[in-house]
C-alpha cells in the first residue's frame, strides 16, 4: 500500500460544529503532516508528527486540534470553525521527519471543507 | 528560516514547445528539492526530486537542474502536451527541516 487515505472527501459544517478529518497511511511512515491549502496558493504547514509526537505547531488556531493515535493514523479535530477555514485539507506522509531523496512526501487527496 | 520563490506565475506554452520553471532558495542547509505537479481538485504528486550532491536529474521529458552555489533549480518539460497543464510547485526541505514550498506556477498547454 503505498497511498494516504483521508477521509471525507468533502465536509461541510457550521460554525457551532465540531467534526474530525482522518488521515491514515500503512507504509511504515514515522512522520505525517496536516496541510491546509486555499485556492491558487501552495499548501500551508499546520502540525508535524515524528514518531508520533506533535514536533511543529505552526501557530494555529485552537479550534484546530491535531491527534496521533498511532503510528499509521493522524486526525484533525475540529469546532468552531470560521468561513475563512473553508479550504483542502491535505495530509502527508514522509518516511522521517523533513524532506530527502527516497524520504519525499506522500500527499493525501485531501479533505475539501467548507465552512457556513 | 528557507523562503522559496517561483516565476513565472502563469506559463502558457503551445502543445510541443518546451516549459521552464526557476525557484530560488535561501537556506544554504536545504539539500532536497522536490517538484509537485497538481491537477485541479486533486492531491499534489511528486513528480521529480533532486539531491544537493547532483547537478541534473532527467526521468523521461522532465528534468530538474541545480545550480547549488546560486540557490536555484528549474524544472524543464519538453515536448509538452495538454495533460502537463497544472499547476506545479517547487519545494526546498532537508532531512529533519519541513518542505518550504514556493508559491506555485500555472502551467498552460495550448493544443
Known amino acids: 500500500d503505498t497511498e494516504v487515505t483521508q477521509t471525507p472527501k468533502h465536509l461541510v459544517m457550521g460554525m457551532t460544529n465540531k467534526k474530525s478529518l482522518k488521515c491514515e497511511q500503512h507504509?511504515?511512515?514515522?512522520?505525517m503532516y496536516w496541510y491546509k491549502q486555499k485556492a491558487k496558493k501552495p499548501p500551508e504547514l499546520m502540525f508535524v508528527y515524528s514518531y508520533e509526537k506533535l514536533s511543529i505547531n505552526e501557530s494555529v488556531p485552537s479550534r484546530f486540534s491535531p491527534e496521533c493515535p498511532n503510528s499509521s493514523l493522524l486526525n484533525l479535530h475540529l469546532h468552531a470553525l470560521q468561513p475563512e477555514d473553508s479550504a483542502l485539507y491535505l495530509c502527508?506522509?514522509?518516511?522521517?521527519?523533513?524532506?530527502?531523496?527516497?524520504?519525499?512526501?506522500?500527499f493525501g487527496s485531501g479533505t475539501r471543507l467548507t465552512v457556513v | 528560516g528557507e523562503n522559496v520563490e517561483q516565476h513565472p506565475s502563469t506559463l502558457s506554452v503551445q502543445e510541443g514547445d518546451s516549459a521552464v520553471i526557476k525557484c530560488t532558495y535561501s537556506?544554504?542547509?536545504?539539500?532536497?528539492f522536490p517538484w509537485y505537479k497538481q491537477e485541479l481538485g486533486k492531491r499534489p504528486q511528486l513528480i521529480i526530486d533532486i539531491r544537493s550532491n547532483v547537478g541534473e536529474k532527467k526521468d523521461q521529458r522532465i528534468a530538474v537542474t541545480l545550480n547549488k552555489t546560486a540557490k536555484h533549480f528549474s524544472l524543464h518539460i519538453t515536448e509538452t502536451q495538454p495533460e502537463d497543464s497544472a499547476v506545479y510547485f517547487c519545494a526546498a526541505g532537508g532531512l529533519g527541516q519541513n518542505f518550504v514550498f514556493g508559491p506555485g506556477t500555472r502551467l498552460s498547454v495550448l493544443p
Open positions: 537556506d544554504s542547509a536545504s539539500n532536497y
Open positions: 502527508a506522509s514522509s518516511q522521517v521527519q523533513g524532506g530527502n531523496s527516497n524520504y519525499g512526501y506522500t
Open positions: 507504509m511504515g511512515h514515522r512522520a
